[in-house]
């Protein structure tokens, strides 16, 4: 039926005063306890840019003072490590080598199985299984690194790798490392990614099953797909994690710095050689004191990085329903 020249006034009419009902809303004058909620909201989204900029300073300013003794070029590319020698040298290659190393290794343990538990908690598991083992996953966040250092020296190294898988590597190598910090990733990865699944609307489900896909083609290329941008998000914080990541490495990854061009050789990564430095006795203020600051600084900025690519992929694959 058509509808009458009464109504066809009337809807008009009506989204006008629906505007001006908004506009009084927007225009009305904020009580004092919200503007006081408002300022408390506004600074505490400011602590975090605060932070971020001592943390900056305070590494820059000895790191200026350490790179106006060791040219920039030189830090970058020297292939070897050796700021407490006599003949000292500050070649960051192997610090490099070892953390790109141990991340790899890492990733390649935490993306598949983190994934994989993402599908079968977001697409498989009942709800009451899902309660059960999602609290359970993420109880490998909790226990403290330092525990899986221990694990990797003591059982991983020597049991897992020399004695099941028959690999030769010593006390101490970036393959047990590596392997270990996967492992502390995973549930990381596994949350965050379940999440992004969760949040895929039920029809995208629901039109796959209709076209004739059974349940794994439909997580495989719906689900994944429309939820990749909460996938890249967790992948990305995965990999900060991994880079950052210091007692693992620290224990088990060992203490000679050389070029790591084989993942069972023993490293010092970044994060290793500065919790072993902040350590020792180098007076304050000294080369090899700055030489914190230093490396603190790259790898603040290898994960500046990280997360601005994060941010563009986030971008790119981000969809809306």
Partial sequence: ??????????????????????????????????????????????VSILITLGILVSLIVPAAAFFREVPVMEFLTGTRWAPQFADASFGVLPLITATAWTTFIALLVAVPFGLGAAI????????????????????????????????????VAPTVLRQWLSVQVGTFSTLAAGLVMGVMIIPTIASLSEDAMSA?????????????????????????????????????????????????????????????????????TMTGFIARMAL?????????????????LLLFFMTLIVNAVSIQLVRRFRQEY
């Fill in 120 to 155: 079968f908690l977001a697409e498989y598991a009942r709800p009451g299984i899902r309660k059960i083992l999602k609290p359970i996953l993420e109880l490998l966040a909790g226990i403290p690194t330092v525990v899986f250092g221990l694990f990797a020296l003591s059982f």
């Fill in 200 to 268: 895929v609307p039920l029809a995208l489900r629901q039109g796959s099953a209709a076209l004739g896909a059974n349940r794994m083609q439909t997580s495989i290329r719906v689900i994944v797909p429309a939820a990749l941008s909460g996938i890249v998000a967790a992948v990305v914080l995965g990999i900060s994690r991994a880079i950052g990541e210091t007692m693992i490495v620290a224990i088990a990854a060992g203490g000679r710095p050389q070029l790591v061009t084989d993942p069972t050789m023993e490293g010092v």
């Fill in 280 to 296: 020792g006795d180098s007076r304050v203020g000294s080369l090899q004191y700055n030489t914190l600051f230093a490396v603190g």
């Fill in 1 to 46: 039926m058509a509808p009458s020249a009464a109504g066809r006034v009337e809807a008009p009419g009506r989204l006008a005063a629906a505007r001006d009902a908004a506009h009084v809303i927007t225009q009305h004058r904020s009580r004092p306890g919200e503007r006081a909620v408002r300022l408390l909201l506004a600074g505490a989204a400011s």
